[in-house]
């Protein structure tokens, strides 16, 4: 049975979680507050439609969308027949979903271990403009 779901937009470059670091002999991974407490802010300002989840397992499906470098365009602006069709650099997938799972607590999900599935991609688009993470959620019984 299907309880609720909701839709939405993060816009901007995606953000990430800086890689792994070591400090005092355990692994710890750097926070961006101030980028998680922007993530936070544009959520509550786009308020999902469905209220916090609280016992239900989520499904989540997100999508980054990063700027293709000014290299994989000609002269003319169209893009390059050699121009990469996946992003195979930096950020990794697995940075970018621990930012955002972070950013939904507790507001949207109170806590990341209700979800029980996750689909990511990374995708290009062609302009800054067009920078954002695409977001769907759905409670599932």
Same mark, same amino acid.
């Given at each position: 049975?299907? &309880?609720?779901?909701?839709? &939405?937009?993060? !816009?901007?470059? !995606?953000?990430? &979680? #800086?890689?792994?670091? @070591?400090?005092?002999?355990?692994? @710890?991974?750097?926070?961006?507050?101030?980028?998680? #407490?922007k993530a936070q802010a544009c959520l509550q300002n786009q308020k999902p439609d469905i209220p916090a989840i609280v016992d239900q397992p989520v499904h989540v499906r997100a999508s980054f969308h990063f700027k293709r470098p000014k290299s994989h365009f000609k002269k003319s602006g169209?893009? #390059? !027949?050699?121009?990469p069709k996946h992003i195979l650099k930096r950020p990794d997938i697995d940075n970018c979903i621990k930012f955002l799972l972070d950013a939904l607590q507790p507001e949207v999900i109170i806590d990341d271990k209700l979800v029980v599935e996750i689909k990511v991609t990374k995708n290009w688009c062609n302009s800054k403009d067009e920078e954002a993470t695409r977001v769907e959620l759905k409670t599932v019984d």
């Open positions: 049975r299907h &309880f609720g779901s909701a839709s &939405f937009n993060i !816009p901007g470059r !995606p953000k990430t &979680f #800086k890689s792994l670091r @070591v400090r005092r002999g355990r692994n @710890v991974y750097a926070i961006h507050s101030k980028d998680k #407490k169209l893009l #390059k !027949p050699t121009a």
